[in-house]
């Protein structure tokens, strides 16, 4: 995978991501490191502008919100945010391999563990744009042919989370239900409500409460 390729090779403070198809305003990753080295915190949040042919809006303001109150509850892409490059290293934190789809929330999920903590940049007009096409990776991942790969991400995200020590048990029933609904969701969107089922039965019998 060309990001983790990118992790293992990276030398500055503090690492970012844009894909592809997006692009960020000038001073969006100048932001980010600000509230970085202010805060010291590890994971700096952005603000994101989503747009496609038919609207645009916004999003990050109740992420914030909830990712402050726990660090652990950073969910989502990985583009939103910049991470202290030595607290990835040293606790070897890079993308599954083994998955195609979902990789950002275990990344994540892993990240925000080992962070001391998790802050948003000050600065909310500095955006990160996101360019969602019909075409586009993204766009085209939730049909029938990915749904294997999105049932072994939720059950990757639940073994990721027992395995994870003194996590907080709210929290970790939160990052469950954010998992299941998120998923439920793209299950939906490929007409395969069955399957979906079927996995969630096997995800409750993992679940440590």
Known sequence: ???????????????????????????????LYE???????????????MENERRKHFYNYTNKRTAERSKCSLVGVVWINIYRSSMLHRNHVFFPSNLRTAEDNLFNLQA????????????????YHQVTREDSLTAQQYDNKSLLPL???????VHTLNSLKDYDSEVYILRILDTLNYFYQRFIEAKRLDVYTRYRISILSLIHI
């Open 112 to 127: 925000s563990y080992y962070a001391n903590k998790v802050v948003s940049a000050k600065d909310d007009s500095v955006m």
């Open 35 to 49: 509230a970085a080295i202010s805060s010291g915190a590890d994971i700096v949040s952005g603000y994101v502008e």
């Open 151 to 157: 049932s072994y991400a939720i059950l990757e995200t």
């Open 1 to 31: 995978m060309a990001r983790n390729t990118g992790l293992k090779r990276v030398r500055g403070e503090y690492v970012g991501f844009v894909d592809s198809d997006d692009f960020i305003d000038p001073l969006y990753f100048e932001s």
